[in-house]
């Protein structure tokens, strides 16, 4: 009688991540003439859903700007999934390591970053820079 092949356990999907219990820290950087960026201004906020035409303040140069958004987590261990609506470069790191990194200036795309933690104090960090047109970063449930 022949060995029956073994079959794979699934895999459970990824939970999804939500908000930072403290929130996101929002900073908008401008970019310098000396090659490196500007803060130039940072609020808190308990969602993530920027949209902007142009740039978000009349003395900053269009396309010439970038947000960077962070939260802290306290995590079980496992898999986590953040979903982000965006339009720009998007580039998302959890404990410093890069998850994600990609360019969209054909209009609003959603994606999934997916990450493995062993649990405890997580640090998620969003950098989304403007890019030829609009600029759009929202994390979706």
């Given amino acids: 009688m022949p060995t029956p092949a073994p079959t794979a356990t699934p895999t ?4 999804a991540l939500g908000a930072p219990a403290s929130g996101w820290i929002i900073a908008f950087h401008q970019d310098a003439v000396s ?4 803060l130039i201004a940072q609020t808190a906020s308990d969602t993530l859903d920027l949209a902007y035409r142009t740039a ?3 003395d900053v140069k269009d396309d010439a700007w970038a947000v960077r958004a962070e939260g802290s987590f306290e995590l079980a261990p496992g898999r986590y ?3 982000l609506e965006y339009e720009g470069r998007l580039t998302v790191n959890v404990n410093d390591r890069q998850v994600l990194s990609e360019e969209n200036t054909s209009g609003p ?6 990450f493995e933690t062993m649990g405890g104090s997580t640090r998620v960090r969003i950098e989304a820079r403007d890019v030829k047109g609009p600029f759009r970063l929202k994390a979706v449930e």
Avoid: M, R, Y
């Avoid at 090659?35 to 500007?38: D, K, N």
């Avoid at 795309?109 to 997916?114: D, I, R, S």
């Fill in 56 to 58: 978000p303040f009349f």
């Fill in 12 to 15: 459970p999907p990824p939970t």
């Fill in 109 to 114: 795309k959603t994606v999934a970053a997916e």
């Fill in 35 to 38: 090659g490196g960026s500007i």
């Fill in 81 to 83: 999934t953040l979903k």
